[in-house]
Structure formats: structure tokens, C-alpha cells
Nanobody, 119 residues
Framework: QVQLVESGGGLVQPGGSLELSCTGSGFTFSDFAINWFRQAPGKDRELLAGITTDGIRRYSDSVKGRFTISRDNAKNTSYLQMNSLLPEDTAVYLC?????????????WGQGTQVTVSS
């Protein structure tokens, strides 16, 4: 049973911080790139950050300098550290695990965790 589960969301005040976790099971986590997305009502899903199997990190302009993606393959977990949070960061945050392979591309998605930034 393949699972990808996000946790760590919640209510935080503007300027605060949260760390989200994305834990996989049922597949070889170290063979997959991990990406973090967010989706707010009425808006498109937005790619925020990604980390390759080699640990190379990339960020969207909207979060670069505020968010940090990491991974710990021994724990089958990716983390998204979010600092200096803004009300416009309010969204459901999702992770996916992605492997591109000829005739066998795979992408697994978590269920999402709600982040609300509000005073």
C-alpha cells in the first residue's frame, strides 16, 4: 500500500513559522524526487519547492528565501520549513513523490495539510 502523508499544518500568526512533514511508505522513497505544492480555493495548484534524489533544491519565486525543503531518506520523510509566513500563504499544502522512468513514470500524492496564516 503506497502512502504519502503530510502533517504539521495549523494556525499561525503572520510572521510565524511552521514545519511540514511528508512521510512515504510502500515505495522506495530514495528513488523519488519530492515536491511541495499548495492550493487555495479558487486558485491553481502552485509548485513551491522540489528536491531531487541527489538533494538538489529548487524554489518558486513566491517562497524563495522564506521556505526550505529537505529530505531524510532514512526516515522516508521530506520537510518544508516555512518562515516569515504571510496571510497569502494560507492554503492546503501537499507533497508528491515523483519518478520519471521510461514506460513507468510514477507520481504519488499526499492528502494535504491545511495552513492558515491569520491574526
Amino acid at each position: 500500500q503506497v502512502q504519502l502523508v503530510e502533517s504539521g499544518g495549523g494556525l499561525v500568526q503572520p510572521g510565524g513559522s511552521l514545519e511540514l512533514s511528508c512521510t512515504g511508505s510502500g515505495f522506495t522513497f530514495s528513488d523519488f524526487a519530492i515536491n511541495w505544492f499548495r492550493q487555495a480555493p479558487g486558485k491553481d495548484r502552485e509548485l513551491l519547492a522540489g528536491i531531487t534524489t541527489d538533494g538538489i533544491r529548487r524554489y518558486s519565486d513566491s517562497v524563495k528565501g522564506r521556505f526550505t525543503i529537505s529530505r531524510d531518506n532514512a526516515k522516508n520523510t521530506s520537510y518544508l520549513q516555512m518562515n516569515s509566513l504571510l496571510p497569502e500563504d494560507t492554503a492546503v499544502y501537499l507533497c508528491n513523490a515523483e519518478r520519471i522512468q521510461f514506460l513507468d513514470d510514477r507520481a504519488y500524492w499526499g492528502q494535504g495539510t491545511q495552513v492558515t496564516v491569520s491574526s
